[in-house]
T-cell receptor, first 113, second 115 residues
Framework: DTGVSQDPRHKITKRGQNVTFRCDPISEHNRLYWYRQTLGQGPEFLTYFQNEAQLEKSRLLSDRFSAERPKGSFSTLEIQRTEQGDSAMYLC???????????FGPGTRLTVT | AQSVTQPDIHITVSEGASLELRCNYSYGATPYLFWYVQSPGQGLQLLLKYFSGDTLVQGIKGFEAEFKRSQSSFNLRKPSVHWSDAAEYFCAVAPTTDSWGKLQFGAGTQVVVTP
């Protein structure tokens, strides 16, 4: 198993554009998490899936953000009408059921110009 | 409000010296506790975790952490650091009342290792 993968690793976009990130979790993990990390801060929870069901969304996830996990495998995070404040590292993690270790991907660094 | 505090933003340590990173939490009940390390260009890697039982926890790469309930602390230690330990370290907690396991992270401590 190659671990959690994320694509792209870097994305530069202009303000107002839409962007989509993809996360492929470890294959047997049914839980998938998205976090956002800004410079000098620890990651902040955005949303969580168990299989294909999105079970919780943070207040950080405004209406411009949407996440999906259509078949309970990979997940996508879309940001519409990007703003400069969206510039951050977007991290994906996966885990087995219960409170257990979360395995993180390398992240997608978004820069909004 | 629930919080995780890492009081030291930046620590410089000589190679071969000991290292201790502090973590304090404020929660209604003792949460599950984790330490992660993040190297440039790498994802977060779990060093160790505490769920219950022995309050001294051994992790990977020679790290250990001690849970002290009375101090609401979970400090990370390494007896002798290597240059490869230079990285950012994050303490994280997951509430025991939340079966979903989402993590709340501290702001991190940047560790610089000098020759």
């Amino acid at each position: 198993d190659t671990g959690v993968s994320q694509d792209p690793r870097h994305k530069i976009t202009k303000r107002g554009q839409n962007v989509t990130f993809r996360c492929d979790p470890i294959s047997e993990h049914n839980r998938l998490y998205w976090y956002r990390q800004t410079l000098g801060q620890g990651p902040e929870f955005l949303t969580y899936f168990q299989n294909e069901a999105q079970l919780e969304k943070s207040r950080l996830l405004s209406d411009r953000f949407s996440a999906e996990r259509p078949k309970g495998s990979f997940s996508t995070l879309e940001i519409q009408r990007t703003e400069q404040g969206d510039s951050a590292m977007y991290l994906c993690a996966s885990s087995l059921p219960g409170v257990s270790e979360q395995y993180f991907g390398p992240g997608t660094r978004l820069t909004v110009t | 409000a629930q919080s995780v505090t890492q009081p030291d933003i930046h620590i410089t340590v000589s190679e071969g010296a000991s290292l201790e990173l502090r973590c304090n939490y404020s929660y209604g009940a003792t949460p599950y506790l984790f330490w992660y390390v993040q190297s440039p260009g790498q994802g977060l890697q779990l060093l160790l975790k505490y769920f219950s039982g022995d309050t001294l926890v051994q992790g990977i790469k020679g790290f250990e952490a001690e849970f002290k309930r009375s101090q609401s602390s979970f400090n990370l230690r390494k007896p002798s650091v290597h240059w490869s330990d230079a990285a950012e370290y994050f303490c994280a907690v997951a509430p025991t009342t939340d079966s979903w396991g989402k993590l709340q992270f501290g702001a991190g401590t940047q560790v610089v290792v000098t020759p």
